[in-house]
């Protein structure tokens, strides 16, 4: 399955999730989900989704559920810790959430889970706060 790219991640423009073919589904407070369609070009030799490629949709999501309660915030990854649980053969649904934010540390957390809601990885993010510039990021 393919669908066309999309360039407003949730109020930014984030060339490579665009690339990947991330799309974003819903934010709210201390929420986020996007959706990653099975792509040839986003697997390893064995077909499966690379484990790469899932760091990066993680990386962004999870920054993602840190700015929901407030979108004028910039998120910089201090850590990330990520688990693979099965290979993700599949299109696949990111769900994370912010479990603490204060104002210049925001702790995250989320998982990759195929369609079929079989989990595929999990991780933890600590995020620095960024209070981007007005106009610009």
């Not at 697997?43 to 790469?52: A, K, Q, Y």
């Not at 899932?54 to 915030?73: C, E, H, K, Q, Y």
Request: aromatic share 6%.
């Amino acid at each position: 399955m393919t669908s066309p790219a999309t360039s407003d991640y949730f109020g930014l423009t984030i060339p490579l999730m665009s690339l990947m073919g991330l799309i974003p589904d819903s934010i709210g407070p201390d929420h986020a989900r996007t959706r990653l369609p099975w792509r040839e070009n986003l697997t390893n030799s064995r077909g499966d989704i690379h484990g790469g490629t899932l760091m990066s949709v993680l990386d962004f999501t999870l920054s993602a559920a840190a700015r929901g309660n407030d979108p004028t915030l910039g998120m910089a990854t201090i850590d990330m810790n990520t688990s693979f649980m099965a290979p993700g053969t599949g299109d696949l649904v990111i769900e994370a959430r912010c479990l603490r934010r204060g104002t210049s540390i925001a702790f995250c957390e989320g998982e990759v889970r195929g369609t079929d809601g079989q989990l595929v990885a999990k991780a933890s993010a600590t995020f620095k706060v960024i209070k981007r510039r007005p106009g610009g990021d």
